[in-house]
């Protein structure tokens, strides 16, 4: 979970301090820690296609079964779907059709994931960053400047 750490994966806007209750093995209703279940829950899109998603990366599932519950491939599951694009078929004005092209994108949130990117994109043929010039800076506590990246901080 360390390498996937900073990708985006929530599917909810609430508070994690405010809601967040242990999990309770022996209680089901625990089992997602007092967050809402926004995606209806199915044994194909839960279970079947994050499996198979690690298989196809080589990712040893049942060797780390004993160490890691079915929680931390749904994590990894739903952190990957938050970095994917598509674009649909349809070109020339006809009906579009299905996805075209598909892709995920792991390391792209570990180069964006502040509240205010300064490196935006899009996937048209190939892929063009528009990067800021310059970073975004904001006010900290005791008149500290706070840049929009996380862990840096520059006493101004």
Same mark, same amino acid.
């Given at each position: 979970?360390?390498?996937?750490?900073?990708?985006?994966? !929530?599917?909810?806007?609430?508070?994690?301090?405010?809601?967040?209750?242990?999990?309770?093995?022996?209680?089901?209703?625990?089992?997602?820690?007092?967050?809402?279940?926004?995606?209806?829950?199915?044994?194909?899109?839960?279970?079947?296609?994050?499996?198979?998603?690690?298989?196809?990366? !080589?990712?040893?599932? *049942?060797? *780390?079964?004993?160490?890691?519950?079915?929680?931390?491939?749904?994590?990894?599951?739903?952190?990957?779907?938050?970095?994917?694009?598509?674009?649909?078929?349809?070109?020339?004005?006809?009906a579009?059709?299905?996805?075209?092209?598909?892709?995920?994108?792991p390391?792209?949130?570990?180069?964006?994931?502040?509240? !205010?990117?300064?490196?935006s994109?899009?996937?048209?043929?190939?892929?063009q960053?528009?990067?800021?010039?310059?970073?975004?800076?904001?006010?900290?506590?005791?008149?500290?400047?706070?840049?929009?990246?996380?862990?840096?901080?520059?006493?101004?």
């Amino acid at each position: 979970m360390d390498e996937v750490r900073y990708i985006w994966g !929530d599917f909810h806007t609430l508070n994690h301090g405010a809601h967040f209750r242990p999990v309770n093995p022996a209680n089901p209703e625990t089992a997602f820690a007092g967050f809402p279940r926004t995606l209806p829950w199915t044994f194909e899109q839960n279970v079947r296609l994050p499996l198979e998603m690690l298989q196809k990366m !080589d990712v040893l599932i *049942y060797g *780390y079964w004993p160490q890691h519950q079915s929680w931390v491939i749904n994590t990894l599951y739903a952190k990957f779907r938050g970095t994917a694009s598509a674009r649909l078929s349809g070109a020339q004005g006809s009906a579009a059709r299905g996805p075209e092209v598909a892709a995920v994108h792991p390391m792209w949130c570990l180069a964006n994931h502040s509240c !205010d990117p300064n490196v935006s994109w899009e996937w048209s043929g190939s892929i063009q960053l528009a990067v800021r010039e310059k970073r975004v800076e904001w006010k900290g506590k005791g008149g500290g400047k706070v840049f929009n990246s996380p862990g840096i901080k520059a006493v101004g």
